[in-house]
């Protein structure tokens, strides 16, 4: 194996873990955690309309197998609504609230500050040739 393919991955995993370190310490201060922000932005995605609990996994970040504690979470915070599902009524579905979207709207702010930091570090052509790069990397049923 070429060392500097080890080398790229080990550059790629410690660049990751230090955005969601710092991603951590600012949703710290509000009280919620990556994989819960996770949640909230893929709802938010979702434009209104409701989605399986599935669809939410299998759209994370980071996948999880506690996806329902996650939830239950931003239930109890009153950020997110469960429904029975129209189509099959032994499935929940999941929307985003009112509060979740003004939630996030607020955090919104702060994750964009932490982003300021190093969004200028590349051009707009590095950065296209680096995703261009490091889509190479995963396996083609993941693109």
Do not use: W
């Not at 702060?110 to 300021?116: D, N, T």
């Amino acid at each position: 194996m070429n060392d500097y393919y080890l080398e790229t991955i080990i550059n790629i995993v410690r660049t990751g873990h230090k955005q969601v370190d710092e991603l951590s310490l600012v949703l710290k201060e509000f009280d919620i955690s990556e994989p819960q922000f996770n949640v909230l932005r893929i709802l938010r995605g979702a434009k209104g309309a409701a989605l399986a609990v599935q669809d939410i996994s299998d759209r994370m970040i980071q996948r999880s197998s506690n996806v329902t504690r996650i939830i239950d979470k931003l239930l109890k915070r009153e950020y997110v609504q469960r429904m029975e599902c129209k189509t099959n009524r032994r499935k929940m579905d999941i929307i985003i609230t009112a509060e979740g979207l003004r939630f996030l709207k607020k955090l919104d702010k702060k994750v964009e500050h932490l982003h300021l930091k190093y969004a200028n570090n590349l051009s707009e052509k590095e950065l296209k040739t680096l995703n261009k790069l490091i889509n190479k990397l995963i396996p083609d049923e993941e693109n």
